[in-house]
């Protein structure tokens, strides 16, 4: 049934577009005088991880136009991660389908937007707030079924291209980029002393070894095995003498609760009930993470936290850790033989299962022990 109503909805917003645009046509890109540009919405309303990816992005703008008012729409769940991004200037917060959209919709139009860029948001609603912003210009993906109603696209030309430089392309098309390719999150020192003081409540002092393991995720065919992770953790618990940071989402929560039951040192479960920016401060203080592909990963790269990525279904090449020195990851491609991928439906996960712990310790000996082993959280990592 919800895949009925979605379906009606989509296709009751592309007729209303349509006529929208018979009206008021988008405005060619070419036409745009970045000279004149002042107020420009941002829509990245999904995911942690698509909103991480989409942090060089908002820099790029802000280094290239730094007289723009950049204002983004975001998920409420994860606004906090970007409420202290120094290049923008207002959250908005995706209410979700609805009365609250339609009020939305028309708080934007007051707002005199310029422009409206859509780094990644699912339609109808990220297209319809983008239209009903009134920007005269509107970029959108070349893949969205209301592309029709966009100045401009881009398309994904290569499925290898990482998430990132995808964002880039969005604002490339603007005469925007920036030389780094680090995604941020700026955490204001409430968040830091939050952190600090948990960390003190539940191991007695800050751990001089804090390993940082996700386990979860959405997504169960993303997931190495959880006796791996007990493997792993219980070696190198012993090798280290290492406090747990298990990181998980209410959902998941019985998974990390049971692999902290399994390992051999203290273990702290967030389970969902931390605010993100405290998870964020309190990743900030691991000497290393290792999680399967997911946003408490890309969460860790952000923070500069060492991070090793169990990849499975995906290409590293895409979501992978990309052009910072603290990330790498394991991905075993050609183990299974079904393409496309299975994805939700898979069984198995054959792809993580031949990941072994063993490969996993020879690459934190060979990677992670000769640059941060030695030094504490903040080693190398800025």
Not at 16 to 37: I, S
Not at 197 to 225: I, N, V
Not at 251 to 280: M, N
Request: aromatic share 8%; with cysteine; hydrophobic share 40%.
């Amino acid at each position: 049934m919800l895949g009925v109503w979605h379906r009606l909805w989509r296709e009751g917003a592309k007729a209303y577009l349509k006529g929208q645009v018979r009206r008021r046509p988008p405005r060619p890109l070419t036409g745009l005088d970045p000279a004149r540009v002042r107020r420009v919405l941002l829509l990245n309303a999904t995911g942690l991880g698509d909103l991480l990816f989409s942090t060089p992005a908002f820099r790029a703008l802000q280094e290239t136009y730094p007289h723009w008012h950049l204002d983004l729409l975001a998920h409420p769940r994860f606004a906090d991660l970007v409420r202290h991004h120094p290049a923008l200037n207002r959250l908005w917060l995706y209410p979700g389908r609805g009365w609250r959209l339609y009020r939305l919709a028309r708080e934007l139009g007051h707002q005199g937007y310029d422009l409206a860029v859509i780094l990644h948001g699912n339609d109808p609603e990220a297209t319809l707030l983008a239209w009903a912003s009134g920007a005269p210009f509107l970029i959108g993906s070349a893949h969205s079924p209301l592309a029709f109603a966009y100045s401009a696209t881009v398309a994904k030309d290569d499925p290898h291209r990482h998430a990132i430089e995808h964002r880039l392309n969005f604002v490339r098309l603007l005469g925007a980029d920036t030389p780094s390719r680090r995604m941020e999150v700026y955490l204001p020192p409430e968040a830091e002393g939050e952190a600090a003081g948990l960390l003190k409540a539940h191991f007695g002092c800050r751990p001089d070894f804090l390993l940082a393991l996700h386990p979860g995720g959405s997504d169960r065919y993303k997931w190495w095995p959880r006796e791996n992770f007990a493997d792993l953790g219980a070696r190198l618990g012993r090798r280290y003498g290492a406090a747990f940071l298990i990181l998980s989402g209410a959902a998941d929560r019985p998974l990390a609760q049971a692999l902290a039951a399994e390992l051999p040192g203290p273990s702290l479960v967030t389970g969902g009930r931390l605010p993100l920016l405290t998870v964020a401060a309190l990743l900030r203080q691991a000497r290393l993470f290792i999680g399967n592909d997911s946003g408490p990963l890309h969460l860790a790269l952000a923070v500069g936290v060492p991070a090793i990525a169990l990849i499975g279904a995906d290409h590293p090449a895409r979501i992978g850790p990309y052009q910072v020195p603290w990330g790498t990851f394991i991905h075993h491609p050609g183990i299974c033989q079904e393409n496309p991928c299975l994805r939700r439906r898979c069984p198995d996960n054959r792809c993580l299962r031949a990941i072994g712990t063993d490969e996993v310790l020879a690459l934190i000996s060979r990677w992670w022990e000769p640059t941060w082993g030695r030094g504490g959280p903040q080693a190398e990592r800025g």
